[in-house]
């Protein structure tokens, strides 16, 4: 079995409306924002090497470095290949800042965004920019209403209640 069929398996048996639950995933947040800071406050250092090494180098249990990797691989410049590694797979750590902010933003994981290790990366301005885009990601905006005695946008010429409509 892969480590990420191990961490889905382990991770998602806790029931967030348990106490069990909420303990775990508390510290799970905990253990990923602690590797989030050490990683934004390093954005020159090539984060390269084994799973395996790479969670002895953040301080991690390995479990938990494979549930870090799961979240930050649609951040990452070249994902890896998450599905079918092992603790010797090679990963890297290298990540689009603003692709990164906006997954967080999504993730609504504010514990992350709100990092101050963010500030000297991506100004605040550009910040406030992400987060607006992807809240308005979610937006739906219906188009106008055409109402059933308007001319039918199809340009027949018709009524839109004689035309198009019928089949609305």
Same mark, same amino acid.
């Given at each position: ?30 253990? $990923? &924002?602690?590797? =989030?800071?050490?990683?934004? %406050?390093?954005? !020159? ?7 395996? @090494? ?43 800042? $603003? &692709?990164?902010? =906006?997954?967080?933003?999504? %993730?609504?994981? !504010? ?7 963010? @500030? ?49």
């Amino acid at each position: 079995m892969g480590l990420l069929k191990e961490w889905r398996d382990f991770a998602y048996a806790y029931d967030m409306n348990t106490r069990s639950g909420q303990m775990f995933w508390a510290k799970y947040f905990n253990i $990923e &924002k602690e590797i =989030y800071q050490k990683l934004l %406050a390093n954005p !020159d250092k090539v984060w390269e090497g084994s799973v395996e @090494e790479l969670a002895k180098e953040f301080d991690t249990e390995l479990k938990y470095f494979v549930g870090f990797l799961d979240g930050i691989n649609d951040s990452l410049i070249t994902p890896n290949p998450i599905e079918e590694m092992d603790k010797d797979t090679v990963v890297s750590l290298a990540y689009d800042k $603003e &692709k990164l902010y =906006y997954n967080m933003v999504a %993730a609504e994981a !504010d514990w992350l965004y709100n990092l101050e290790e963010w @500030e000297p990366l991506l100004t605040k301005d550009r910040r406030k920019e992400l987060y607006k885009e992807q809240k308005n990601s979610k937006t739906i905006v219906k188009g106008k209403k055409i109402g059933r005695n308007e001319p039918c946008p199809c340009g027949s010429g018709k009524k839109y209640k004689k035309c198009c409509g019928l089949n609305a």
